[in-house]
């Protein structure tokens, strides 16, 4: 068992491209989220899914948006990268939302240019 | 707002020693509570929780420990070794809301050999 999986490990962007950061759990696990970690700030949620086909917005929602068109894959993407977005990014998951323990991935660092 | 407030600093030990780091939170209606820690590049990872209607609990070499009453909660690592050198973070969680956790900012334990 993986349990949660990111891709890619690291990636430089140039600025207002495009990208995808990709997110896939094989707990199957209702509740899955997006964290940023920028040193000093801790670890700020961007968004979460409670459940397939559904998705809600966290701390610093903006300039990313999200899907969950199936329990396992939670993609972010990033319409249009800035510099301001260089940072390390997470995934997690969890049985239930809330109380129950999130299990995080290896995370992405990913530097805009 | 209502946060969690855990400064980030430096906290050294000698290896065998034990080591206590703290949190305060903020938020009255907090009742479940979750202690991580997070290795050089590697995504945080659960070390034990505590819920409001407890005051201690215990894992393999840890305890937390939750005082309500000033809303503080610790980690206690007995017998600490080189391995648990990391950030700690602790993170709260309202059952009563949106059942999104909040992260405090992480304290730094270095371990000396």
């Given amino acids: ?113 | 707002g209502e946060s969690v407030g855990l400064h980030l600093p430096t906290l050294s030990v000698q290896e065998g020693d034990n080591s206590i780091i703290n949190c305060a939170y903020s938020n009255s209606a907090s009742d479940y509570f979750i202690w991580y820690k997070q290795e050089s590049g590697k995504g945080p990872q659960f070390i034990i929780d505590i819920r409001s209607n407890m005051d201690k609990r215990q894992g393999q070499r840890v305890t937390v420990l939750l005082n309500k009453t000033v809303k503080h909660l610790s980690l206690q690592i007995a017998a600490t070794q080189p391995g648990d050198s990391a950030v700690y973070f602790c993170a709260e969680t309202a059952s009563g809301g949106s059942y999104i956790p909040t992260f405090g900012r992480g304290t730094s334990l270095i371990v000396h050999p």
């Fill in chain 1, 1 to 113: 068992i993986a349990g949660i999986t990111q891709a890619p490990t690291s990636q430089i962007l140039a600025a207002g491209r495009r990208m995808t950061l990709r997110c896939t759990q094989d707990m199957r696990h209702n509740a899955m989220y997006w964290y940023r970690q920028d040193l000093g700030l801790g670890l700020r949620l961007i968004h979460y899914s409670n459940t397939a086909g559904t998705t809600g917005k966290g701390e610093v929602p903006d300039g990313y948006s999200v899907s969950r068109a199936n329990t396992d894959d939670f993609p972010l993407t990033l319409a249009s990268a800035v510099p301001s977005q260089t940072s390390v990014y997470f995934c997690a998951s969890s049985v239930l939302q809330g109380e129950n323990t999130q299990y995080f991935g290896p995370g992405t660092r990913l530097t805009v240019l």
